[in-house]
T-cell receptor, first 112, second 116 residues
Framework: GQSLEQPSEVTAVEGAIVQINCTYQ??????LSWYQQHDGGAPTFLSY????GLEETGRFSSFLSRSDSYGYLLLQELQMKDSASYFC?????????????FGSGTQLTVLP | GAVVSQHPSRVICKSGTSVKIECRSL??????MFWYRQFPKKSLMLMAT?????????EQGVEKDKFLINHASLTLSTLTVTSAHPEDSSFYIC????????????FGPGTRLTVT
């Protein structure tokens, strides 16, 4: 089976930098993805790491260390609209299907 | 591109009735669609993987006869909650994978089901 752990809540102020960590235990690991979900909305894809290192996409960056089974999402220059839930998800190959297994989510609150 | 729609966005039904939720890929063909269930402030739990033209693969603990999935075309999958109970009230989200070799999934906007 797969299991992922991430903090349940994080609070930061506008303009700050916040890091959301994710540790995982899984078999058949192919990579780590990050998704953003606003209340009542659809998860939207933010980033994906298949290899060790840092991937940068605008204000968001994601890091992966396969040897440590660990990754993080880094959000810079926080804005109020960044308040949302952030999920890490491992890409696994289960049976004959490529699947995503999601962590429990981190609720980010950005304060003015 | 890669837009996924769901209908209805919200539905209220009485206990014992059935309700159908549609998931459509609007601008691409999806050989595989996924159905998730999400409780408030919780993670997305995969219910089943739906492959066009074949039976869905259900995750452990998901009742096949209660959650009927049909993937009759490359752009449409349906989830029917049969004999609904209040504990079935939840947020149901579908997603579609663009190609067979891709892991990337695009999510629909979700359907809020309330069973009274």
């Amino acid at each position: 089976g797969q299991s992922l752990e991430q903090p349940s809540e994080v609070t930061a102020v506008e303009g700050a930098i916040v890091q959301i960590n994710c540790t995982y235990q899984t078999s058949g690991f192919y990579g780590l993805s990050w998704y953003q979900q606003h209340d009542g909305g659809a998860p939207t894809f933010l980033s994906y790491n298949a290899l060790d290192g840092l991937e940068e996409t605008g204000r968001f960056s994601s890091f992966l260390s396969r040897s440590d089974s660990y990754g993080y999402l880094l959000l810079q220059e926080l804005q109020m609209k960044d308040s949302a839930s952030y999920f890490c998800a491992v890409r696994v190959f289960s049976g004959s299907a490529r699947q995503l297994t999601f962590g429990s989510g981190t609720q980010l609150t950005v304060l003015p | 591109g890669a837009v996924v729609s769901q209908h209805p966005s919200r539905v209220i039904c009485k206990s014992g009735t059935s309700v159908k939720i549609e998931c459509r890929s609007l601008d691409f063909q999806a050989t595989t669609m996924f159905w998730y269930r999400q409780f408030p402030k919780k993670s997305l739990m995969l219910m089943a993987t739906s492959n066009e033209g074949s039976k869905a693969t259900y995750e452990q603990g998901v009742e096949k006869d209660k959650f009927l999935i049909n993937h009759a075309s490359l752009t449409l999958s349906t989830l029917t909650v049969t004999s609904a109970h209040p504990e079935d009230s939840s947020f149901y989200i579908c997603s579609a994978r663009v190609t067979g070799d891709s892991y990337e999934q695009y999510f629909g906007p979700g359907t809020r089901l309330t069973v009274t």
